[in-house]
């Protein structure tokens, strides 16, 4: 099975810049617990990722995104590809073009 969570866990932790070391005395979670987490050796409590997610300010669902099927009932091909682009960007930049598309929208739909 892969690691969906640990690969995103690390790199969450990464585009924060913080160590393990620096995570786990935010979260109170050992940093042998979160190298086994972020290297699929262990799996974690929902409580654990809530921990981490407040930390690393970013929502439940970018740890477990990977778990979902990817939506193949997207019929619209310019839809399909903006999705793929956004599909391999890392969160922070997928947020930002999702906010930008979201501020399109409120002002130029009536």
């Known amino acids: 099975m892969k690691n969906y969570v640990g690969n995103r866990l690390r790199e969450a932790?990464?585009?924060?810049?913080?160590t393990?070391?620096?995570l786990s005395e935010?979260?109170?979670?050992?940093?042998s617990e979160i190298s086994r987490i972020e290297?699929?050796?262990?799996?974690?409590?929902?409580d654990t990722l809530l921990k981490f997610c407040?930390?690393?300010?970013?929502?439940?669902?970018?740890?477990?995104y990977d778990y979902f099927p990817s939506n193949t009932s997207i019929?619209?091909?310019?839809?399909?590809?903006?999705?793929?682009?956004?599909e391999s960007m890392d969160a922070r930049?997928?947020?930002?073009i999702a906010n930008l598309i979201?501020?399109?929208?409120?002002?130029?739909c009536d």
């Open 13 to 18: 932790r990464k585009q924060k810049n913080i």
């Open 20 to 22: 393990q070391e620096q």
């Open 26 to 31: 935010l979260t109170d979670v050992s940093v």
């Open 39 to 46: 290297t699929g050796r262990n799996s974690t409590t929902i």
């Open 54 to 64: 407040d930390v690393l300010d970013i929502g439940l669902d970018f740890l477990l």
């Open 75 to 86: 019929k619209n091909p310019d839809i399909q590809h903006v999705v793929s682009i956004m």
């Open 93 to 96: 930049h997928s947020k930002y």
């Open 102 to 108: 979201s501020i399109y929208h409120s002002s130029h």
